[in-house]
Structures are given as structure tokens and as C-alpha cells.
């Protein structure tokens, strides 16, 4: 079946630094690709997504890449500030199967 | 902004009860889903749900687990005969489509089975 991996399972970075996260996934088919962000006792919430007939797109500091030939794609922080602090799952195919999560915290 | 509703936000049940979960997916929706996190794990997905039957169901929905929609707004999540490791978060979600579009989750039902 569909397998997505995440790295890192954590992540460290100084308020203002940039994180990046990056997921492979195996099926072939996957067309649809979003990140979702969760805070500590929360819901999942859509942060960007992006469809396979893309390969970047932009939304403020958060921006996703899409390399469907080596089938991995990437969420980009850029000017990451404490409230960005939270667990960021990637997910790929229409079912949304999600990666393990990666914990990403931003220090003052 | 509309939003995803799920009743209990927090359920304890004894090993072997049955458990219903409840859910009111966004109204203009049209497809369903629930999902399992067990505490400090990823989201799993369960099953998914259209036009009044299942399209798609994950290994972990076994015969012990079923899903209804019983009226035009309900979706509900039925545990038949609980274990210790059904213990965690369940979330409901929604979406307008059925491909390459984003979900809804509600907040979720802490389930713990003691």
C-alpha cells in the first residue's frame, strides 16, 4: 500500500531561521499533496497544498516544492516565528494517508 | 466559517462496551471520513464514506468498527466491543470532493478505554 516518510521527526530552529520538512511517498498515482499543521490537543488544520501538475507554490512564508519524478515533496518555512511551533504532518493520495509527523519548535 | 463537529469531545468506556461516536460533517459536504491518532502517533485513516456506504476502509477497520449515517447531518463512528489499544483520538472530517481536495477535521473524541 501507500507509504509516506517524513524527516526529521523533530526540528529545532531560532525564531526567524527557516525549517524545511521533506516526505517520499511510493505510489506513483499520488496526485495530491497537502501539509497540515497541529497543535498540542488540536485538529489537523490545511496549511498549503499542492496538486501534481505543479512543482511550487507560495503562500506567504510557507511555501511547498513537488519533485514527482523522485516522488518527495517539501514544505519551506521561511521566517519562522514561535507560533509556527506545532507538528506538521505531510499526506499523500486521495485518502490521506499522513506522514509520521515532524515536531517542529521555533525558540525566542 | 462552517466547521466540523464531533461529539463527546472526551469518552471513557470499560473494556468491551460499545462506544458511538458522534459527527456532523459540513452541511454542502458529501464525502466523510474518520481517523485514528493514538497519543504521540501520525493520523491514521479508518474509513471513508459516500454516498451512504463505505468507498474505502484501512486494515485497522475490522469488523469490531462501522459507520452510519443515520439522518441527513449525523455521521457516526460505532466501536462494537472496545479494547485497551482503541484508546486515542478519533477525528471526523469532511470534503466537498473526493479527489485532490482539502479536508475539514473536526476536533476530535478522546476516547479512552479502561
Known amino acids: 500500500g501507500e507509504n509516506v516518510e517524513q524527516h526529521p521527526s523533530t526540528l529545532s530552529v531560532q525564531e526567524g531561521d527557516s525549517a524545511v520538512i521533506k516526505c517520499t511517498y511510493s505510489d506513483s498515482a499520488s496526485n495530491y499533496f497537502p501539509w497540515y499543521k497541529q497543535e498540542l490537543g488540536k485538529r489537523p488544520q490545511l496549511i498549503i497544498d499542492?496538486?501534481?501538475?505543479?512543482g511550487e507554490k507560495k503562500d506567504q512564508r510557507i511555501a511547498v516544492t513537488l519533485n514527482k519524478t523522485a516522488k518527495h515533496f517539501s514544505l519551506h518555512i521561511t521566517e519562522t516565528q514561535p507560533e509556527d511551533s506545532a507538528v506538521y504532518f505531510c499526506a499523500a493520495t486521495d485518502k490521506l494517508i499522513f506522514g509520521t509527523g515532524t515536531r517542529l519548535q521555533v525558540f525566542p | 466559517e462552517p466547521e466540523v463537529t464531533q461529539t463527546p469531545s472526551h469518552q471513557v468506556t470499560q473494556m468491551g462496551q460499545e462506544v458511538i461516536l458522534r459527527c456532523v460533517p459540513i452541511s454542502n459536504h458529501l464525502y466523510f471520513y474518520w481517523y485514528r491518532q493514538i497519543l504521540g502517533q501520525k493520523v491514521e485513516f479508518l474509513v471513508s464514506f459516500y454516498n451512504n456506504e463505505i468507498s474505502e476502509k484501512s486494515e485497522i477497520f475490522d469488523d469490531q468498527f462501522s459507520v452510519e449515517r443515520p439522518d441527513g447531518s449525523n455521521f457516526t463512528l460505532k466501536i462494537r466491543s472496545t479494547k485497551l489499544e482503541d484508546s486515542a483520538m478519533y477525528f471526523c472530517?469532511?470534503?466537498?470532493?473526493?479527489?485532490?481536495?482539502?479536508?475539514?477535521f473536526g476536533n476530535g473524541t478522546r476516547l479512552t478505554v479502561t
Open positions: 499542492i496538486r501534481s501538475n505543479v
Open positions: 472530517a469532511s470534503s466537498d470532493a473526493e479527489f485532490r481536495t482539502p479536508l475539514h
